[in-house]
């Protein structure tokens, strides 16, 4: 059936003397490089011959980029599947007027307000967040001020300098040693700036391996410190190289100890959660303090350096392992990825799955996503999920054997020997559609042996997850985990839109 194409905004197809670096798997396929370009006359008219050219096609797949690149699979008359890869760039002219709402900050580049707000803002936060932020922000900016005159207060109260009585050279002095305290508490202070504004995503599902990686960096930031009598003439670099490992620690555990205390919080008592946590901590606070000062009391620590370093490595390692153990007493009744490893794994082998205790104990706390058996990789393109093979055929098996799912899903065949799936998700896609592909992984990977064909294999097991999938629901519910509230996060960086076939 004829199909006409159009598009809100002007394109044109160019002919590239230089070679697009593709994936193999569309080297030798129909392919064409769209360009986009400001409206005009002869833009316009490029867009009419594109439409007129592919008249007799329609699109059947959409990839959506969040930098705005798109790639389009179009089927002809003779069945055959091209794609055209586009860029959306706004026709804008002096005369246009955009009104663009404060509040979502349309006008801030993309990468900085990825940085300094919320994955999917102003969506997923309150709407007085961003005036209290705007307001907190000169707020700390005076609250610096003030804390670099008082370090310089106190370090004139400690010697360094007095404020009359002194020569100008000594003033001097007093004023570069306050400044070179603060620069090495601002030097830490990037790493917080770095890990908040890059990694705030993470938190959320995995609070306990960032709240015990935090403790390591911390650890590693103190070695510096700890060298500093060594070396008196580094006391600034390897100072502040302390500081900046252990602001990149505290980085991580703030926002992971705050997922943990709202956790504690089943009565919507926060605060007061918080507040006894405090409590605790300055208790702990104060008897670190006293026997901490006990110790350095004691000569044969502070009058040899190789003893005072010897009881601080091992306290430290006494630290880390109560740190771990506190950590894997924690029960979570949510779901994030690698507690739906578990659960799915055992649903699948035995057609059960563990309570919230036991699958807690059994996570991992160290180990990353990356190294966990099978691999799941995320947000993978069509052209490399169908690397190698007929092109044409694979997309059109593709599209038939997800059509119920919100998801794409096949085994890497690049690497035989180490089981790996590619995952894509389609618009529309929610936290229970991460957990359908990684049970769908999971029945793959422990029966994968049984038949050469791919899709085969691929058909049965969405034939198995269909069938099974809500006894794992029953059973999770049954278990007391909140699947309401799933921790399993649909992957924004690219989206696939299926469109009907005509």
Aim: with cysteine; charged share 20%; proline share 5%.
């Amino acid at each position: 059936m004829p199909f006409s194409l159009q598009f809100n905004y002007p394109i044109f197809s160019t002919s590239c003397s230089h070679q697009l670096k593709l994936h193999n798997s569309i080297r030798n396929q129909p392919f064409k490089f769209l360009c986009t370009s400001p409206q005009s006359e002869e833009a316009a008219k490029d867009s009419s011959g594109y439409e007129k050219e592919n008249g007799n096609g329609h699109v059947i797949l959409v990839e959506k980029y969040r930098n705005g690149t798109s790639k389009r699979y179009i089927i002809d008359n003779d069945s055959e599947i091209k794609m055209f890869l586009e860029e959306h760039v706004p026709a804008t002219t002096g005369s246009q007027h955009l009104e663009i709402p404060v509040t979502e900050l349309s006008w801030l580049p993309k990468v900085i307000k990825d940085f300094v707000l919320p994955a999917g803002f102003p969506d997923t936060v309150t709407d007085d967040y961003l005036d209290y932020m705007l307001l907190q922000f000169p707020t700390n900016v005076t609250g610096w001020i003030c804390h670099t005159l008082v370090t310089s207060s106190l370090l004139k109260a400690v010697g360094v300098g007095s404020f009359s009585g002194t020569s100008a050279a000594a003033s001097a002095a007093a004023s570069a040693a306050a400044i070179r305290w603060v620069s090495k508490d601002g030097i830490g202070a990037v790493g917080r700036f770095f890990i908040g504004g890059r990694f705030g995503n993470l938190f959320d599902d995995d609070p306990k391996q960032w709240r015990m990686y935090a403790d390591f960096i911390g650890s590693a930031g103190s070695i510096f410190d700890l060298y500093t009598p060594l070396y008196p003439s580094y006391f600034l670099p390897l100072a502040s190289l302390g500081n900046l490992a252990k602001a990149v620690a505290r980085g991580l555990k703030d926002p992971s100890f705050r997922v943990i205390q709202n956790h504690f919080a089943i009565a919507g008592n926060l605060g007061d959660v918080a507040a006894k946590e405090e409590v605790w901590e300055v208790a702990a606070e104060l008897v670190g303090l006293a026997l901490g000062i006990l110790a350095l009391d004691t000569p044969g620590i502070s009058k040899s350096y190789p003893t005072l370093a010897l009881t601080w490595l091992s306290v430290r390692i006494l630290h880390l392992w109560f740190r771990y153990q506190s950590l894997s007493v924690l029960q979570f009744n949510t779901i994030n990825l690698k507690r739906a490893r578990i659960l799915v794994n055992s649903h699948v082998l035995h057609c059960t799955v563990p309570g919230i205790d036991e699958c807690n104990r059994m996570e991992s706390i160290l180990l990353w996503q990356r190294f966990l058996r099978p691999r799941i990789i995320f947000e993978v393109s069509l052209e490399e999920m169908v690397d190698g093979g007929n092109y044409k055929s694979m997309i059109k098996q593709l599209l038939n054997l997800y059509k119920e799912e919100k998801y794409f899903l096949v085994v890497n065949q690049q690497k035989p020997r180490d089981f790996e799936v590619f995952v894509s998700f389609k618009e529309g896609a929610t936290s229970l559609s991460v957990l359908r592909s990684v049970w769908q992984t999971y029945w793959l990977y422990q029966n994968w042996g049984w038949s050469d064909n791919i899709f085969d294999r691929l058909e049965q097991s969405l034939v198995e997850l269909k069938h099974r999938f809500p006894d794992l629901l029953q059973q999770l519910i049954e278990a007391g985990w909140d699947t309401n509230n799933l921790s399993l996060k649909v992957p924004k960086e690219m989206s696939i839109e299926e469109l009907p076939a005509l």
